[in-house]
């Protein structure tokens, strides 16, 4: 049976633990729905849906049991410009269409790619999304529909209960061990604030979660190249975007809990669950490190937890919303608080002057990119400043050890990469005009990487016979010699040649590993 549809066999306690992990993260999720859906001004509904179709398909099938899935404010952002001009039936073919691309990405086995986001750029998306997730909690301490806060009395009670709620976790995780922390601290401070009739912000503020099942539909959109050239751009942001969420989302929780996840299938099911909720009415998703977090502090190892959450989710929209819409926000602020401080790697502040500085700033910049604009953009840079470091990095190393001359000849015995960053420095290793006439480099010790490798050689031969001299190759590899000789290059290469490795591309772009 494969990981996927894999049951394993819980004892009646961790499956106690696993449902009421899917509780807490239920009712985290309402208000976050919420505000999300607002964010892409769509209906509420259209966020819950969401929440409960994507979270129900992704717990199925995703690539980590634990992980939650669902609306999500990195992707609602992105969608309101293309509601606000057409609609939200435009949206929800866009979703169905990023799907289909999610699908696409797992099939070409895309996510494996997500092992290239080195450390710091790691360090740098949870310590972003820590601080986005505080700030969002933010706009609760204030005044519906305006940016002014509460007043005092108000505002100093929402801050009590949050913190209270917060102290409730932590006490409860260090010593309950019979019902999830942050579930405790909701109920807690719930029935203080129902129970003493307090009146301060609950999620019914918000807006009604009260609805039906979601019904099949079919987008409204005309079926025309037109509007494809309207959605696809959108749908290939969301995809791009949902996708390094999850995948990122997948490692730090698969980290967290000492355990493998599965990218490719994490693609699969992400796609697959935006092209459901596109056609059942839901703004489409992806993975949730905030919920997530709570799922994986709660004791949610397993699928059970994503797919309680998800039932759960439902039976609020269905049955429960009367009650769930009586819950205080300060309670729910307060898990998020918590959330917060479990997200944000303090070991950052620690060891920012122990590594090297390009790391320190691209840990920085990620950070403030994920404040600034959003978690997809700042992964981007982060892993295109870090491969920029280390391909600058790597061009310094080519050099050449002391020279072996002799009466006719001189053998240049090189070290280090040769690719389109150490050009310059390899080409000025060598003095063609000052060299006798015989000249030997020897690649023993050097890799060539890359064409502008190939044609930095062809470049220096070309410098030694226009200085009437002759240049020789030696342990050049057999896929460089190849290129070579197909390119019609006329560099004199020995007969000595070293087999075991290969350049990295050839000149079709094709990706070569020998």
């Not at 050097?446 to 240049?471: F, M, P, T």
Request: proline share 4%.
């Amino acid at each position: 049976m494969t990981q996927a549809f894999a049951v394993p066999r819980l004892s009646v306690a961790q499956t106690k633990t696993e449902v009421l992990s899917g509780l807490t993260v239920a009712l985290a999720l309402v208000p976050e729905a919420v505000a999300f859906a607002f964010v892409a001004q769509v209906n509420p509904l259209v966020g819950l849906y969401a929440a409960f179709i994507v979270g129900l398909i992704t717990a199925l099938v995703g690539g980590r049991p634990g992980m939650i899935s669902g609306a999500t404010g990195a992707l609602a952002v992105v969608m309101v410009s293309l509601v606000a001009t057409h609609g939200v039936e435009y949206l929800f073919a866009t979703v169905v269409l990023m799907g289909i691309l999610q699908l696409l990405a797992g099939a070409f086995k895309l996510g494996k790619f997500i092992r290239m986001v080195p450390h710091p750029v790691m360090l740098g998306f949870v310590n972003g999304l820590a601080i986005v997730i505080f700030l969002a909690q933010l706009g609760q301490f204030k005044v519906s529909g305006t940016n002014d806060w509460m007043p005092t009395e108000p505002l100093s009670i929402m801050l009590g209960l949050s913190f209270l709620t917060m102290a409730i976790i932590w006490f409860a995780s260090k010593y309950i061990k019979a019902i999830p922390a942050p579930l405790l601290g909701i109920l807690i401070v719930s029935g203080i604030v129902i129970g003493f009739g307090i009146d301060i912000p609950r999620v019914g503020d918000l807006a009604s979660i009260k609805g039906g099942l979601p019904d099949f539909h079919i987008p409204t959109v005309p079926a025309t190249l037109e509007t494809l050239e309207i959605i696809f751009p959108y749908s290939l942001i969301l995809a791009a975007i949902g996708l390094i969420e999850s995948l990122l989302t997948l490692n730090l929780v698969a980290e967290i809990t000492e355990s493998k996840g599965g990218a490719s299938q994490e693609c699969f099911a992400q796609g697959t669950a935006n092209i459901v909720t596109g056609f059942f009415g839901g703004m489409g998703g992806c993975a949730m490190i905030g919920q997530s977090m709570i799922n994986v502090n709660s004791g949610g190892r397993t699928r059970l937890s994503g797919i309680a959450a998800a039932l759960f989710l439902l039976a609020f929209i269905l049955f429960g919303s009367s009650l769930i819409e009586q819950i205080p926000l300060a309670a729910l602020i307060g898990v998020m608080f918590m959330v917060v401080v479990g997200t944000f790697a303090w070991s950052s502040f620690r060891i920012i002057h122990k590594i090297p500085k390009s790391d320190a700033f691209v840990l920085i910049l990620v950070s403030g990119v994920t404040v600034a604009s959003d978690l997809a953009v700042a992964v981007i840079v982060g892993v295109i400043v870090s491969a920029l470091v280390f391909a600058w990095q790597a061009a310094k190393r080519i050099g050449v050890r002391e020279p072996i001359v002799t009466e006719n000849s001189k053998v240049y015995e090189l070290h280090g990469p040769l690719f389109f960053g150490s050009i310059a420095s390899f080409q000025e290793l060598f003095d063609p005009k000052g060299d006798p006439d015989e000249v030997i480099v020897d690649f023993l010790d050097s890799r060539v990487w890359d064409h502008s490798g190939l044609q930095a050689i062809e470049a220096l031969e070309e410098r030694y016979r226009n200085a009437g001299k002759r240049l020789k190759i030696r342990h050049l590899s057999a896929d460089c010699l190849s290129l070579l000789s197909k390119a019609g290059h006329r560099v004199e290469v020995s007969g000595i040649e070293d087999p075991e490795y290969g350049i990295a591309v050839d000149y079709e772009g094709r990706l070569d590993h020998s």
